[in-house]
């Protein structure tokens, strides 16, 4: 294990949002820090002190996470506005909006090559997205509560949840099924992630207390309670050995994962931290909090260059494997309690290696400067100047920053690009999120009609079967009676005189077709009686003629004769 070396040390602080800061991620050549704020505003600081920070305007309401991708050409935020955008961290920076959730958007993250995003919900969901192609993948709904983070592992095959009903969840992306559950974390978990190797994953609560589990033999490794408020956030060094935590009593704290102890305490924001993250490399790490600022620290903790044991530990013969699927079974947890003693630092938090950068607001500009704008703007002074001697150009209100030969451009919302009331774009929204619910009754519809088809066939086939079998026992039936009557033809049925008698009402007389000789009629007697003709067939069996009350005189007579 490395020495240490010395204490961290407050490297620099920025300030530019106007409201608590919720959370934050460094780019992966770390040259540049995202930050996303209750102002609803996403500003990227770079780390360089004379260079720029630029604030993107978009969302409607508070950011609640936000990441650098892989790769770093992209910026994902989330909101509470219900909504996910993918930003381009350049000064003309664009942003391409995701409807994702019909609820807050508390956490989003996206997948060790880049390709997908995960997003967690108020509305007790997870989605997961192609990041390329911009279109919904499929959902995870198993939470009971609110669901607070959902990150990826780094081999991007599982997927970790939490959430108030406190439960963290592990997900298989191939299957899409819950393949473990981790019941024992005493209150609503609000934040959740893997280590550098995707062994083990670690939750914070409502309950003051920081859990670490292994995930292949799900044994609760350690178990820190060293905070006196809630656990907002924390992040673990890029080599696993340390873990800092960010708190709403104020404080930032650092473990030491190997000999499982507090070694730091760090005190620098007035009130709550709510967000806290190492950058890649691990040699500098950002705290953010509800005093809107962005304190960056110097790490300090070991001699060793971090990216040369992280490049050891890739070599070694026996590395530890990725957790497998059929690895995660149930076993009893084991509690660690961490020794409590600890270093306090109390860094005055006064910047004097560098003023605040000046903040610029991008975006495309989408509709032509009106000539208040170009009167304002002509000289490239903006209204209002400069706010004091900060060196930070007052925004938001028209004002940006005094230098001549920049263009500047904001990214507008929704009402503004497109033109349209505040209520219209209210009833629109309402309106998406009726067809979301739609969508999700018409998928159910799909496969309820799928299994009907399948049984309306199965149905159909049968009858066909059914009448096949019929039509050839008719037709054996008629071969064997066209057999009979050609063996025997004196011995045919005779025909019903009831098929050759036939009465009309204007001819009251009977009209005998294929009877005519004198004996087919001594066949037949025929008694009339009141109501109706009735009849007596030469077998003795009677049948009646509706529709006569006397018989006529034609057929008596003719009967009489007969």
């Known amino acids: ?77 989330a909101s509470n506005d219900k909504t996910v955008r993918l930003w381009t961290p350049r000064f003309n920076g664009e942003s391409t909006v995701f409807k994702a959730h019909t609820a807050p958007v508390r956490s989003v993250s996206f997948s ?6 995960v ?15 911009q279109r919904f993948l499929f959902s995870l709904n198993q939470h009971t509560n609110w669901v607070r983070c959902a990150r990826f592992s780094p081999d991007g095959r599982l997927i970790v949840s939490s959430g108030d009903d406190k439960t963290v969840r592990l997900w298989d992306t ?30 914070t609560g409502s309950n003051n207390t920081l859990k670490i589990w292994d995930i292949r033999t799900n044994k609760l490794l350690q178990h820190y309670q060293v905070h006196s408020a ?31 102890r507090l070694i730091y305490t760090l005190h620098g924001h007035k009130g709550p931290v709510l967000t806290v993250t190492f950058s890649r490399r691990g040699d500098v790490f950002a705290s953010g909090g509800s005093d809107s600022q962005v304190l960056l620290w110097r790490t300090n903790f070991d001699v060793f260059n971090y990216k040369e044991v992280l490049k050891g530990h890739r070599r070694r013969l026996n590395p530890d494997p990725s957790p497998h699927v059929g690895d995660i079974f149930p076993r009893n947890p084991h509690l660690h309690t961490a020794p409590s003693s600890s270093i306090q630092i109390s860094p005055t938090v006064a910047d004097t290696q560098s003023a605040d950068p000046h903040i610029v607001e ?60 505040h209520g219209f774009s209210t009833t629109l929204e309402h309106i998406v999120q009726q067809l979301d619910v739609l969508t999700q009754t018409v998928a159910v519809l799909e496969e309820r009609l799928s299994l009907t088809e399948d049984k309306l066939k199965e149905c159909l086939d049968n009858q066909a079967r059914i009448i096949v079998q019929a039509r050839r026992m008719e037709q054996q039936a008629a071969e064997n009676a066209s057999q009979d009557s ?20 204007e001819t009251p007389k009977f009209i005998i077709s294929s009877w005519k000789t004198a004996a087919a009629m001594k066949m037949l007697r025929l008694v009339w009686t009141a109501g109706g003709g009735v009849g007596v067939h030469s077998s003795g069996l009677p049948y009646t003629v509706a529709g006569y009350t006397t018989p006529p005189p034609s057929s008596a007579s003719a009967l009489g004769s007969a």
């Open 486 to 505: 050609s063996a025997h033809p004196a011995a045919q049925p005779k025909q019903d005189l009831l098929d050759h008698l036939c009465l009309t009402a």
């Open 230 to 260: 809630g656990i907002n956030c924390f992040s673990f060094h890029p080599s696993s050995n340390y873990l800092i935590s960010a708190s709403s009593d104020g404080t930032v704290k650092i473990l030491d994962l190997l000999e499982g």
């Open 119 to 133: 997003t967690a919900s108020d509305d007790k969901s997870l989605k997961v997205w192609s990041v390329h192609r």
């Open 112 to 117: 060790h090559n880049g390709q997908r995003l």
């Open 174 to 203: 191939n299957t899409r099924q819950c393949i473990n559950t981790f019941t024992d974390c005493g209150g609503a978990v609000t934040f959740v992630d893997f280590n550098a190797s995707g062994t083990c994953i670690a939750s």
């Open 362 to 421: 991008v975006g495309p500009v989408l509709f032509p400067n009106t000539q208040q704008d170009r009167r304002s703007h002509g000289n490239g002074v903006p209204r209002g100047g400069a706010s004091g001697g900060s060196g930070q150009a007052s925004v938001g209100s028209g004002a940006l920053p005094e230098e001549e030969g920049h263009t500047y451009s904001r990214t507008y919302a929704l009402e503004e690009r497109s033109g349209l009331p």
């Open 1 to 77: 294990m490395a020495s240490v070396l010395e204490d961290p040390s407050l490297e620099r602080h920025f300030k530019g949002h106007k409201g608590a800061v919720t959370c934050a991620d460094f780019s992966p050549n770390n040259n540049q820090l995202v930050t996303g704020s209750v102002d609803a505003n996403l500003m990227i600081w770079n780390l360089n002190p004379k260079a720029k920070a630029l604030r993107f305007v978009g969302h409607r309401d508070a950011i609640t996470s936000v990441q650098f991708s892989p790769c770093g050409d992209l910026v994902v935020s």
